[in-house]
């Protein structure tokens, strides 16, 4: 009965020229569509690829099934970054390439197709040319407004789950300071929103996504933005921001190999300021692009339990705070071609924290000295108003008192439990245990046998040396560099602490650390240069190098 009430009210109102909707009817807002887009991931290294076409930085050709299988994974955006400029006419029409326009829109309709918020933007052309807008002005604005003309023509009828960014990560050079930079984002973003507006369709009021300077939450780019949507006085725009955390940490550099208090104290900080700059003020926040810079690279610049930490006390903070966030995936997380994740417990802390909080530790690893008596050890635990319910070694719930206990934060294992985890001969993880809490994923904590490592003398080129180590089970998480002052060594010359993967690299595998040709190109020819070793276990080795032209000479330090 009501249910035909609410037809014949429906009827009677559109008869009266009245228009009418229910609740569940209502045009969404910028709020809601952000709130909706959550979770989001980025098919990045792809479409924004600056060379020939979108295999040239390495990924496969996008495929439906692709972006079916991204569907399956739980995300319900996707930001489909677009460089533009390899694939442009010259002055002054600027055309796109209709071939390139129609790969990003068929690109763009599959992932409609399948249900996903899409995002499209100005990539890479950032750096590659508007960056030049101090110096040259007319040009760069021509060639912008050009592409936004294009691509907004092109998209004009498509759905409204298509929202469009300006650009991505917009910076200028040689210009006179912020205040000039904060004009010229002003400039392109408005211009950006009257050729959108002007096309008419679905783009009338078609959301909108601008970015602050650099993408960064610095508040002064923050507070450029807000006054950006006060300008614009638009209900349909989003702002958004980039966030790869605290730098030293991101890539383990300056002895930033810890998710520590500092590198703690940047994400909150980061996302206290979305909150009271932005979020306050009815300005709703997709987060771009997060990750760590070191994932450049590899995953594996960062200590597993690290990053695991990063990543779930992020997501907690993107929840609570009500922030869109769209994970930078340039293939080094989901494999493209096999269809997997890459390192499938770091996507399943990241999608936990979409839901829930996650138990975590001080660290992922237990070292247990094989040349030593075995002795309880405690870890500390990040309850993170969890309760702790239980430890597991694979299909066997261990046993409170004899194999572990527990007071308040601290889980301490005990020395019997750890002399039969670490009875077998050899070196390495001898048992992996699963710590439970009352909600999210579970922690993993590695047993791990081993000794002090010892490093060997050795010669080679500044192209290639490699100092042969024997870990011993341990595991390298940083290295300093000196000279005999105690001036710093080598890159990075404002700390000690060099960078992972960048002036060292450890092959625990191959059993050598390898020194590249970047640190020595930095270091003095013919000084000593002191290296101090620091390993998980809290081991660590000193060691001495001295470059002479190419040739290098590595000693144990006495």
Known sequence: MTRLLGRLLALVLILGGMTWASPAQAAPTAATITKAMQPGWNLGNTLDATGADETSWGNPRVTRELLKNIRAQGFKSIRVPVTWGRHQGPAPDYTIDPAYLDRVREVVGWALDEGFYVMINIHHDSWQWIATMPTDHDNVLARYNAIWTQVAGAFRDAS????????????FWGSSGDAENYALLAELNTSFHRIVRGTGGGNAERFLVLPTLHTNADQGRLDALAAEFTALNDPNLIATVHYYGYWPFSVNVAGGYRFDATAQQDLLGTFQRLRDSLISKGIPVILGEYGLLGFDRHTGTIEQGEKLKFFELFGQQARVSGVTTMLWDNGQHFDRTAGVWRDAELFGQISSSWRTRSGTAASDLVFVRRSAPVTAQTVTLNLNGLGFTHVRLGETTLRRGPDYQVSGDQLTLTAGLLQRLTRTEGYGVKASLSLRFSRGVPWRLDVVSFDTPRLAAATGETTAFAIPTTFHGDRLATMTATYADGSNAG???????KEFDRAFSPDHTAGVIKLTPDFFAEVTDGATVDLRFYFWSGETVTYQVTR???????????
């Open 491 to 497: 890159p990075h010359g404002w700390t000690p602490y």
């Open 548 to 558: 002479t032209g190419t040739a290098v000479n590595g000693t144990l330090a006495g």
């Open 160 to 171: 409204p789950k298509l929202v469009l960014e300006s650009v991505n990560e917009p910076q």
